[in-house]
Each structure stands twice: as structure tokens, then as C-alpha cells.
């Protein structure tokens, strides 16, 4: 069995994934608007710059579980999935339930109840990327047979009949108001978000020749200058915040995505963050802690907060809050013996 080696882009990637979702939730605000009001722009831009958090979050894991049978068996998998992700995923649920009953968010609570929002996502709503996660999970005993660097042109062939079917489609679709054809969504081990995961594995494994770099630096760039110009423009214009150009099942997101996994990869050849690599992965060791409990902390902050939640000074100030709080709390918490099981 290999050693896992550790990459300084990816612990510094979660870094950046785990302030995004953070400053995602934060400038949520109000998506319909009537007057256009000067931060309602920085809430579309932030929208559009900040949706790449999850997206990250998916690549990483690609390319980490992926291989995880150079490294370990099946069975030594699926228990560390399960008290690393699954455990921490339902006790945390649990956590908000009680929570939503605390603040009489729920009126008629019982077991039935909790079942159903915890399988429809209605209790924590910023875990709804549990769901996809745990889906890809069940997967990856299988994809993983497939991913080996034998089977370059193989993976490359998923990847791309991936993008085509869940990204390039749906989104040609949604612009020309059409519905999404059924046949879309039967096409077998095609699920929501599988090209990300795929993506970061093949990044992770394989260097990209220059001339593609180039061919997918100018589609990347391209792809973030549409999202940035068309986003506001279309939201002006229907009176809410469009999400369908920005969506991460966006085909302009994923060529945004690999961009940046292409390019993070540099990272761990530049001199700086070697030097400080031992800081970046103490840290981003809490970066899970921090999708966990920043919904709580937000929600906490936002109540205390005299900001106006569509302002820009909130836009700005509350994510730093949030991240660095959530940040803090789970540095704390770790310290806890036994806590690992629920903040690992």
C-alpha cells in the first residue's frame, strides 16, 4: 500500500473553498428585488465569484478518495467515510433540529418529522452537499476500479460524456427556456456533480500539456467574464437573482473549475508556500469543522447584528466574522477528547 501524499494546493484550496461557502451564505439577502439598490450588484458578484466553494470541495475529494486503494481496503474506506463524514453529518443534523425547536422554527416536531426534513435537507439547509457527497461515496468502490492511470483515455471519455450530459445540455436548455429532456437524467452513472469529482482526480493525477493549459485558461477566462457581465444584467432585467448562469452544474462554472485546479496545482512548486505548508495544513485541518458549524454561528451573528443584511458592510464584514469564529470553535472544540467523532 503507497503513502497518501499530501498537497499543499489542496489543503490551501480547502482554505478558499471553506471562506467561499462561508461568504456565499452570508450575502444571501434578498434574491427578489423591486429597485436596484448599489449593493445588490455586490451581492450578484459575490454570488458569482464565491459559488466556486463547493465545487472545490467535490474536486478535492475526487481526488483524494479516488485512489484510496493505493492506499487501504474497501472495508478500512467505508469506515473511515463513515466516522468522518456520515457520523459528523447526523449529529450535526440532529443539532439543528434541536436548534430550529429552540428558536420555534418548527411547531409539531417528532420522529416522523425529523426523518422527513432530514431526508429532504430541511433542517440544515448549507448541507444539502452532504447528500451528493454521501451519493459519490457510495460510488467510489466502484469508480475506483476505473480510475487508474492506465485507463487515462477511459477516465477522459467519462469525463467529457459527464460535462456534455450534466453541463453543457442542461445549460443550453435553460437559456433557450426550453425544458431539460428526460433522457438527460437516464443515462446510467451519470449523477449530479459526477464531473467534478472526476475532474479533480484526473487534475490531480495528470499534468496538462501547455498548449491545452492555454485552450482552457482562454475557455475558463472566457466563461468568468460571461457569468460576471450576463449574471447582473439578466437579474436586472427579470427582478431577481438569476442563478441558472452561475449554477455550479453550469457549464461556465466547470470550465471555471478546472481553471483553477489547473492553476492551483502550481502551487506546490512555489517557494512560499512551501515554506509555510505545515501552517496551511494545521489549517486547513478545520476547514471541515467550518461547513459544520458556520450555518449556526451565521445565524447567531445575524441576529446580533445591526447591519443591514442587504448592505454592503454586511456583505463585507460578516463573512470574516463568521469564518473566523467558525474557525476558532472547532480549533477549540477539537481540543475536547472524543470530539473528532462529530468535528473531525
Known amino acids: 500500500m503507497e503513502k497518501s501524499k499530501r498537497y499543499i494546493y489542496m489543503d490551501f484550496l480547502k482554505l478558499i473553498a471553506s471562506f467561499a461557502v462561508v461568504t456565499l451564505h452570508s450575502s444571501g439577502g434578498n434574491f427578489s428585488f423591486v429597485h436596484i439598490y448599489p449593493s445588490l450588484i455586490v451581492t450578484i458578484l459575490v454570488q458569482v465569484i464565491f459559488c466556486v466553494g463547493v465545487p472545490i470541495f467535490f474536486m478535492e475529494s475526487g481526488a483524494t478518495i479516488l485512489s484510496y486503494r493505493q492506499r487501504y481496503g474497501t472495508k478500512v474506506y467505508v469506515n473511515k467515510r463513515i466516522k468522518k463524514v456520515v457520523i ?70 467519462i469525463i467529457l460524456v459527464s460535462i456534455f450530459i450534466k453541463a453543457l445540455l442542461p445549460s443550453i436548455f435553460t437559456f433557450m427556456s426550453m425544458p431539460i429532456p428526460g433522457f438527460i437524467s437516464s443515462v446510467p452513472m451519470m449523477g449530479e456533480y459526477l464531473e467534478y469529482f472526476i475532474l479533480g482526480w484526473y487534475i490531480n493525477q495528470f499534468d496538462i500539456s501547455s498548449k491545452n493549459e492555454k485552450l482552457l485558461l482562454i475557455c475558463g477566462v472566457t466563461s468568468l467574464c460571461i457569468t460576471i457581465v450576463a449574471t447582473p444584467i439578466v437579474s436586472i432585467h427579470v427582478g431577481y437573482i438569476y442563478k441558472p448562469i452561475y449554477d455550479i452544474a453550469n457549464i461556465f462554472t466547470v470550465m471555471i473549475m478546472i481553471n483553477i485546479f489547473v492553476l492551483s496545482k502550481k502551487i506546490d512548486n512555489i517557494q512560499f508556500f512551501n515554506k509555510y505548508k505545515k501552517i496551511i495544513q494545521k489549517i486547513s485541518g478545520l476547514t471541515f469543522g467550518v461547513y459544520l458549524i458556520h450555518p449556526f454561528l451565521l445565524e447567531i451573528v445575524n441576529r446580533f447584528n445591526s447591519l443591514e443584511q442587504t448592505g454592503v458592510p454586511h456583505i463585507i464584514v460578516t463573512p470574516f466574522v463568521v469564518f473566523v469564529l467558525s474557525m476558532s470553535i472547532t480549533w477549540l472544540l477539537k481540543k475536547i477528547p472524543l470530539i473528532n467523532y462529530i468535528l473531525p
Do not use: T
Open 88 to 157: 459528523p453529518f447526523v449529529f450535526w443534523s440532529c443539532f439543528g433540529y434541536v436548534y430550529l425547536l429552540l428558536f420555534h422554527q418548527i411547531s409539531n416536531y417528532s420522529v416522523s418529522d425529523f426523518v422527513y426534513r432530514f431526508l429532504f435537507g430541511e433542517i440544515v439547509a448549507p448541507y444539502w452537499f452532504f447528500y451528493n457527497l454521501i451519493g459519490f461515496y457510495i460510488c467510489a468502490p466502484f469508480l475506483s476500479k476505473i480510475m487508474l492511470k492506465k485507463n487515462k483515455n477511459l477516465i477522459l471519455y
